[in-house]
């Protein structure tokens, strides 16, 4: 048998192994959680460069999606496969000589010919099986019927795209600097064919957006014009100032990249304006300008726009747009021949003429790789469908690369800094991690879910930390034993409500009385702190005998009648006050006056419902602390001739300090990994507002929400892993504060 010294080391041993195994587990899950996040910031890799074969004069090259078919578009206007070269190629232009030709965004290829018939159309790829094995084979697929320019000048480019309901845009330049564009008309199957647009000099690069609204073109001396479709109107382009060689439009067509004679890459979005027109009869704030009554003003922040758009003597109208050069990025050195916009996403390949290739992402604004591919010059460049390689044509040679870029679009600055995204007139945290098209680029900046996580926390401390702590000192050092019996459990037992049941209730029966009462609401917690306070004023002032005929902590029943007096009051009052002031519909005049939205689910919702959630933490910590103030030291104070609430303030609270301040931190941390309240109550809007009429989304809700449909190892996934080390990571913080400050404030009341 074992005697109570051993006994003692036993058990000794096998909590502190119990305690290493806990802090090992949670490392290791913090490790993996990590781990999975690691690769956001890999960055972008390549294979091996490999020879396909000989490309000749090739214009164009490109893959099918599985890269099994490596294709070029050679002068004489057939496709061919030199890696298969007994696959029979496939005609393009009728057996005449290609003068120039293009590849645009999902792999629409423009051919021009000679006679001057410019062809459109894309390569379609069919799997068949036979005697168990699968080939797969190529077919030129026409979007429309050719269009004929006629062969009376000297053409020297051209370039097409296609939208997804079969619209059709191209344009051709000849050498005399003429541009002619021309939009196919899918219902009556014919060319509508615009005027020639004289252009000074001759064009040597031209390009149409996806939308099928704009065409970028570069002429002579590196002049980069934007011009609308089909008008040909110009419009204005801000910050380009090297002389460009080459420009092309991303997926979606808001993204222009050009590339300039040095080298440089420069990212040009479509930043829309807005012109505002005061029609009131008092002078009107835009910015940091006044517009008298009847001036108008074009302004491009969408945010101050939608904020004067609340008002009823503001008119809008939508003005021209501006393209703007918003990010930059190093070039390879050498002057570029080829830009390739990718198929899926806004990355893009520039070749040059030494042979050389960047690959870049519009969005961070990174040159993600930057190798050297041959001696000779890129004379064509395509990235593969999928984006995972490229293949180029140097030198006479088909070159291919794979390329494993997973997560172009993250970096830290994307991740925590604003960024100027498509749609936006300036840079902003967005957090949009989906959206209904191809097109759609995802936004993922964590800002809005640490805001919000902030945001939430903040008002469910500022209802339950008043509450609590009142609650904790009132309860352990001035209630009868008879409440102190009946109110701890019941604080207590709060804690046993499911957080599901609380964001239920907060949803469903809370948000929609709270917005019937607002005003109500908002005067009744602004005047209830000073009832309290006057009420307190009123019992100190009371006479001593009055005072004494009142059962012990009958202070209480004063507030109590009190705060419900106030109540009541802000009740009774608030629909004549709402008549009388805000034309009888307070939420509207916060709306159409100060441009402030009130939705349903919204801030006050959440601190009310995620406080009910956090005070019995609070409370039990606090409570303890104060019950644990020696009885000797209080009953000093009391024989001193300090009353109850004197000892209560100056000597408990002190001394019980550090557990208050634990208590307040713990409850912090309650209410930062909070997830079905917050996700059931607070809306899930991703905003970066601080009003409380609006919601928000917490990094928890945000994973509770998008992890169960983001698809293992996609970007979206390992941000949200992210998100949960990040969560750990303030969790640790606030744990290491409450500890650091806990030990100052013993040290420091040590007396006590």
């Known amino acids: 048998m074992l005697n109570e010294k051993q006994k003692d080391r036993a058990a000794t041993a096998l909590i502190r ?3 290493i195994l806990v802090i090992l587990v949670v490392a290791a899950i913090v490790v993996n959680i990590g781990l999975e996040a690691l690769p956001l910031f890999s960055g972008a890799s390549s294979g091996p460069l490999t020879r396909v074969g000989d490309a000749g004069e090739a214009l164009l090259a490109g893959s099918d999606p599985r890269r099994e078919l490596v294709w070029v578009l050679t002068r004489a206007g057939r496709i061919e496969f030199p890696a298969d070269p007994a696959r029979p ?49 190529a077919r030129w697929r026409p979007a429309a019927a050719p269009l004929e320019l006629g062969g009376d000048r000297r053409w020297t480019g051209a370039t097409a795209t296609t939208a997804d309901d079969g619209a059709a845009v191209a344009a051709a330049w000849d050498a005399d600097g003429e541009l002619v564009s ?13 005027p020639p647009l004289a252009v000074e000099g001759e064009v040597s690069a031209a390009a149409i957006a996806q939308d099928l609204d704009a065409v970028a073109m570069v002429s002579a001396g590196g002049r980069l014009r934007v011009l609308t479709l089909p008008a040909l109107d110009e419009l204005e382009v801000e910050g380009v100032s090297a002389p460009i060689v080459r420009a092309r439009f991303l997926i979606g067509g808001g993204t222009l990249v050009v590339a300039g004679s040095d080298g440089g890459v420069a990212i040009l979005l479509e930043v829309p304006r807005v012109v505002v027109t005061n029609r009131g009869a008092q002078p009107l704030a835009v910015g940091e300008r006044a517009l008298a009554p009847g001036e108008s003003a074009t302004v491009w922040d969408d945010e101050l726009s939608q904020r004067l758009g609340a008002r009823p003597d503001v008119e809008l109208a939508t003005a021209t747009p501006v393209w703007r050069v918003v990010r930059t990025a190093a070039g390879t050195g050498s002057a570029p021949t080829v830009i390739a916009p990718g198929h899926r996403r806004r990355d893009f390949a520039v070749g040059c003429a030494d042979g050389s290739v960047g690959l870049y992402y519009s969005t961070s604004g990174r040159r993600l790789l930057a190798e050297r591919w041959s001696d000779a ?122 957080s599901v049941v609380v964001g239920f209730l907060a949803a469903l029966w809370l948000a929609p009385r709270l917005e019937a009462a607002l005003l109500a609401a908002i005067v009744g917690a602004a005047v209830l702190p000073l009832a309290v306070v006057a009420a307190l004023a009123v019992w100190r002032i009371a006479p001593a005998g009055l005072r004494r ?55 006050l919702v959440v601190g009310i419902a995620l406080g009910f959630a956090v005070i019995p933490v609070i409370f039990t910590i606090a409570e303890d602390a104060c019950s644990a103030v020696p009885r000797s030291l209080i009953s000093a104070s009391r024989a001193l001739g300090a009353t109850r609430w004197q000892t209560a303030v100056r000597l408990v609270v002190p001394a019980a300090s550090p557990g208050l301040f634990a208590a307040v931190m713990l409850g912090l941390g309650r209410a930062v990994g909070e997830t079905m309240i917050v996700l059931m109550a607070a809306g899930n ?29 996609s970007t979206l996934f390992r941000v949200l892993f992210l998100t949960g080390t990040l969560l750990f990571v303030f969790t640790l913080i606030v744990t290491t504060a409450a500890d650091v400050v806990g030990r100052y404030l013993r040290q420091r009341y040590a007396r006590f």
């Open 685 to 713: 809007t991703p905003l970066l507002d601080g009003s409380p009429f609006n919601g928000m989304r917490t990094m928890s809700a945000a994973i509770a929400v998008e992890i169960p449909e983001a698809p293992v190892g």
């Open 377 to 498: 010059a890129v004379a064509a460049l395509a990235l593969d469908p999928k984006g995972d390689g490229a293949v180029a044509v140097a030198g006479g040679e088909l070159l291919r690369r794979s390329i494993a870029n997973p997560h172009p679009e993250v970096s830290l600055r994307t991740l925590f800094l604003p960024v100027h995204y498509e749609g936006h007139a300036s840079p902003k945290w967005v957090w949009q991690s989906t959206g209904g098209s191809d097109a759609f680029e995802p936004k993922m900046s964590l800002w809005p879910l640490i805001f919000g996580t902030l945001k939430a926390t903040l008002y469910a401390l500022v209802f339950s930390v008043p509450l609590a702590l009142a609650a904790a000192v009132w309860v352990s050092q001035l209630a009868p034993p008879r409440l102190q019996a009946v109110i701890k459990p019941t604080l207590e037992l709060m804690a046993a409500v499911p």
């Open 182 to 194: 021309a939009a196919w008309d899918g219902d009556r199957e014919r060319w509508e064919v615009s």
């Open 17 to 19: 192994v119990g305690g």
């Open 549 to 603: 005929r009142v059962p012990a902590s009958g202070e209480l029943v004063v507030l109590a009648l009190s705060a419900l007096g106030v109540v009541a009051a802000a009740v009774a009052l608030s629909g004549p006050v709402e008549a009388a002031l805000f034309g009888g519909d307070f939420q509207r005049f916060l709306f159409t006056e100060w441009g402030v939205r009130y939705d349903q689910r919204n801030s």
């Open 89 to 137: 190629s496939i005609d393009v232009s009728g057996g005449a000589a290609v003068v120039a030709a293009d590849l645009e965004i999902d792999g629409r290829i423009a051919v021009l010919d000679g006679s001057g018939r410019l062809s459109v159309g894309s390569l379609s790829y069919r799997d068949e099986w036979a005697d168990g094995g699968r080939t797969t084979t």
